[in-house]
């Protein structure tokens, strides 16, 4: 039979043109194209995304087949420790080089479901994670110039226990499952570090920042997914992160704590570039900033343009934004999401709709403001755990921004700010200061602007 079809070509070649043989040649050649590209389609798509409410055995599934599509820019991983119920907290990561810190490449978190009873960040960011890796796949430039200059971690479950009694508790699924296992809302269980900042600007000394490493030890009633969740601040160093809640719709940021001697809005040190992350989210989001939407909800949220300060809205103590900002490097804002908690299956679609662009466009903040390297000048090797101090200087009055950073285990530093000018100020042990003056004009798809620091040891003079 072989040799039939053979012979038949052969002699089709005799009998046609060579215009049409070749027009020939080309038709069976795109025939191929299209199955070849038909058939890799169906290779990288075990199954399409599904709008449900998915349970903890359907979220792993989601992030494996997202992982088994784009197996070379992600990782599936599970938290440090598990829930009280023995549960895994799953997250997926998106990178060029999965797994590793890569220097000059900052590092992004969004956590969701920290309150089992509120779906909306789970269900959200399973489709992100999707969605992330199906753009990737279809070349979008916007997504695959993201990726490769961003190291983004998800997690979809905080709260796994929590879900699964909101989910089985029928009518009452917008009031049971809020807390932990152990009866603990997570967003009250880390840490008091506003206190220590509170009373160091009081006294007008001590640190300003990652003052975690002022706890001689945790709280006994620290839980286990608030420390698997405390493992993954302080080993990723993200620059940026958020936390997704339901039963409001509006960006909440730091301070979430108030002051005790100021009821009221708490301004920390960053409030600028807060505000502005806070208001990407919103103006990005489909109705959050405009003054029409609101939450049926009383007493009516007095928020503006679809943003607040976590401590005007009510102050918290123990509050997961604020153990970002001040016992790391990192700044986090709360995104509240949904006007219902456990939101109702057929609304997922229009939410992610109503969320996409908003997502998209706060993971570019993670690119604002400066980046850089710290060396030592004599050996050119980089210097970790530097303390950069920022003073802006756009005013005619210099304005110290009471909040430093440090740089990381490969001698990378990651600094946030908005438009303005700047005295950056690098110090370390054993080495001189060394300030620069830099003028910040944001644009986040270009990545942070690059400032390198070269330090002169103090036995070099």
């Known amino acids: 039979m072989g040799q039939m079809l053979l012979n038949s070509r052969m002699d089709l070649q005799f009998l046609l043109p060579n215009s049409l043989q070749k027009?020939?040649?080309?038709?069976?050649?795109?025939?191929?194209?299209?199955?070849?590209?038909?058939?890799?389609?169906?290779?990288?798509?075990?199954?399409?995304?599904?709008?449900?409410?998915?349970?903890?055995?359907?979220?792993?599934?989601?992030?494996?087949?997202?992982?088994?599509?784009?197996?070379?820019?992600?990782?599936?991983?599970?938290?440090?420790?598990?829930?009280?119920?023995?549960?895994?907290?799953?997250?997926?990561?998106?990178?060029?080089?999965?797994?590793?810190?890569?220097?000059?490449?900052?590092?992004?978190?969004?956590?969701?479901?920290?309150?089992?009873?509120e779906v909306i960040g789970r269900e959200i960011l399973l489709k992100l994670a999707h969605y992330l890796c199906e753009q990737f796949l279809h070349k979008n430039k916007i997504i695959q110039r993201l990726i490769s200059i961003t190291r983004i971690h998800l997690v979809p479950s905080l709260n796994p226990d929590g879900w699964d009694d909101a989910s089985k508790a029928g009518k009452d699924k917008e009031l049971k499952g809020r807390n932990n296992a152990n009866g603990f809302d997570l967003n009250r269980n880390f840490?008091?570090?506003?206190?220590i900042m509170y009373k160091n600007e009081k006294l007008k000394h001590g640190k300003n920042h990652h003052l975690l490493e002022e706890i001689k030890c945790l709280p006994s009633n620290t839980q286990p997914e608030t420390f698997a969740a405390l493992n993954l601040i302080v080993d990723t160093q993200a620059v940026l992160a958020s936390n997704i809640h339901g039963g409001e719709l509006v960006v909440s940021y730091p301070y979430d704590q108030a002051r005790p001697d100021n009821i009221g809005y708490a301004e920390s040190p960053d409030d600028d570039v807060f505000r502005r992350l806070a208001s990407v989210y919103a103006n990005n989001h489909k109705d959050m900033s405009k003054p029409t939407t609101t939450c049926n909800k009383k007493p009516k949220l007095e928020k503006q343009n679809g943003i607040i300060n976590g401590a005007k809205w009510y102050s918290i103590q123990g509050g997961m934004q604020d153990i970002h900002y001040l016992g790391s490097n990192g700044f986090c804002v709360t995104l509240e999401l949904s006007c219902d908690k456990f939101i109702k299956e057929e609304d997922l679609k229009y939410e992610w709709n109503r969320n996409k662009n908003a997502m998209i466009q706060f993971m570019w903040q993670t690119h604002l403001g400066i980046k850089g390297m710290i060396y030592d000048k004599r050996?050119?090797?980089?210097?970790?755990?530097?303390?950069?101090?920022?003073?802006?200087?756009?005013?005619?009055i210099p304005k110290i921004i009471d909040h430093d950073i440090t740089s990381d285990c490969l001698g990378d530093y990651y600094r946030l700010l908005v438009n303005g000018e700047y005295n950056v100020t690098v110090y370390a042990d054993n080495f001189y200061p060394c300030s620069k003056i830099v003028k910040v004009n944001n644009n986040p798809r270009n990545g942070a602007k690059c400032v390198d620091f070269y330090l002169i040891y103090e036995k070099d003079k």
């Open 191 to 195: 840490p008091d570090l506003n206190s």
């Open 379 to 396: 050996s050119k090797k980089p210097v970790p755990d530097a303390i950069i101090q920022v003073v802006n200087i756009s005013n005619k």
């Open 23 to 117: 027009g020939i040649i080309m038709m069976y050649m795109a025939i191929i194209l299209l199955g070849l590209q038909l058939y890799s389609t169906l290779a990288v798509n075990p199954q399409t995304f599904e709008f449900k409410h998915h349970n903890n055995k359907e979220l792993k599934n989601v992030l494996v087949n997202v992982h088994k599509m784009c197996p070379n820019i992600t990782r599936v991983y599970t938290l440090s420790g598990k829930s009280v119920r023995n549960q895994d907290l799953y997250a997926i990561e998106f990178a060029m080089t999965p797994g590793i810190h890569t220097k000059m490449i900052p590092e992004y978190i969004s956590i969701g479901n920290m309150h089992g009873n």
